[in-house]
């Protein structure tokens, strides 16, 4: 007797995902015509249209607005900052927990540094903002050193700011990277460690002839997928530890966003500046996995 099995439950199951992704994700396109207008909010109470403009936007944005160039190399060097070392610092990290004998201390340590990844940006910036601040533990310590003789104001200062956001990114979320090099490790064959024991290996020349070689595509993978994060630089945790005081070298691509969208009304300007970081990104991650799949043959499609 055969069963017959009905695929209405799992498209029931499918519903509010859907539905989130078309309320949140599809009906939004529509609004991408905002960049090639100049957007008048209440034209559409009065049954008015925005006037049509083109690429007069784009052009505004990049060719004409004094803080745009800025924003953009901001950008760059803090996004690239942050990919390169939440790419290195983890396997770094794996390599050398995994040279751990002792298996509670080691499960201790991976715990300890994974915790960090679920706090709020908005617990961690405060934090920061406290350590780092004229009376805090740093400027303490340092003076009480006699290393300092005035306290350094590390969140005011357009030197430093760069360097703490791109530490915290990296100390918040290693750990929880480093998952995927821990269990690229615990794949490999013991056997090759056994053989490398007979012929008198030590603990570094086994890590370096057969650990990291047998992780290499795992760690080709990672870098690759992380090319489509070029641009984003991480919003939510500069929203959360800049200040005026520090756009020099702390506004990024989606802060700027922000702030001439919401916060100066240029709708127009903000959709244009989104739009085009959409695109480029977009691009980027294509061309990301073109490379996963041409050097460590991973594929979606």
């Known amino acids: 007797m055969k069963i017959k099995h009905s695929s209405k439950p799992y498209h029931l199951m499918m519903m509010p995902g859907t539905l989130f992704l078309v309320v949140f994700n599809v009906i939004p396109i529509v609004g991408l015509v905002i960049a090639f207008q100049r957007y008048n909010p209440v034209a559409p109470f009065f049954g008015l249209a925005s006037e049509f403009v083109g690429l007069k936007n784009f052009k505004t944005i990049f060719a004409m607005h004094p803080d745009s160039r800025q924003v953009i190399v901001n950008t760059l060097i803090i996004a690239v900052s942050k990919i390169v070392g939440s790419l290195v610092v983890p396997v770094v990290f794996a390599l050398l927990l995994n040279e751990c004998l002792r298996k509670g201390l080691k499960r201790l340590i991976q715990t300890v540094v994974y915790l960090p990844h679920f706090l709020s940006w908005v617990i961690v910036g405060a934090m920061f903002r406290q350590i780092f601040s004229a009376t805090g533990i740093v400027n303490s310590l340092m003076q009480s050193l006699n290393v300092l003789t005035e306290p350094?104001?590390?969140?005011?200062?357009?030197?430093?700011?760069?360097?703490?956001?791109?530490?915290?990114?990296?100390?918040?979320?290693?750990?929880?990277?480093?998952?995927?090099?821990?269990?690229?490790?615990?794949?490999?064959?013991?056997?090759?460690?056994?053989?490398?024991?007979?012929?008198?290996?030590?603990?570094?020349?086994?890590?370096?002839?057969?650990?990291?070689?047998?992780?290499?595509?795992?760690?080709?993978?990672?870098?690759?997928?992380?090319?489509?994060?070029?641009?984003?630089?991480?919003?939510?945790?500069?929203?959360?530890?800049?200040?005026?005081?520090?756009?020099?070298?702390?506004?990024?691509?989606?802060?700027?966003?922000?702030?001439?969208?919401?916060?100066?009304?240029?709708?127009?300007?903000?959709?244009?500046?989104?739009?085009?970081?959409?695109?480029?990104?977009?691009?980027?991650?294509?061309?990301?996995?073109?490379?996963?799949?041409?050097?460590?043959?991973?594929?979606?499609?």
Do not use: C
């Open 152 to 301: 350094i104001m590390f969140m005011a200062s357009n030197a430093w700011f760069r360097p703490i956001v791109i530490f915290t990114d990296i100390w918040k979320g290693f750990g929880y990277s480093a998952v995927v090099y821990i269990a690229a490790i615990t794949a490999i064959d013991m056997n090759l460690y056994e053989a490398a024991d007979i012929d008198g290996a030590g603990r570094w020349q086994k890590m370096g002839y057969i650990t990291i070689p047998s992780i290499m595509p795992t760690i080709i993978l990672m870098t690759t997928l992380a090319l489509g994060n070029v641009l984003n630089a991480g919003s939510d945790q500069i929203l959360n530890m800049y200040n005026p005081i520090v756009y020099q070298t702390g506004d990024i691509l989606d802060t700027f966003v922000y702030r001439i969208g919401l916060v100066n009304l240029q709708f127009h300007l903000a959709t244009a500046v989104g739009l085009t970081k959409s695109v480029i990104s977009m691009l980027l991650i294509i061309a990301s996995y073109k490379l996963a799949d041409r050097f460590a043959g991973y594929r979606i499609f």
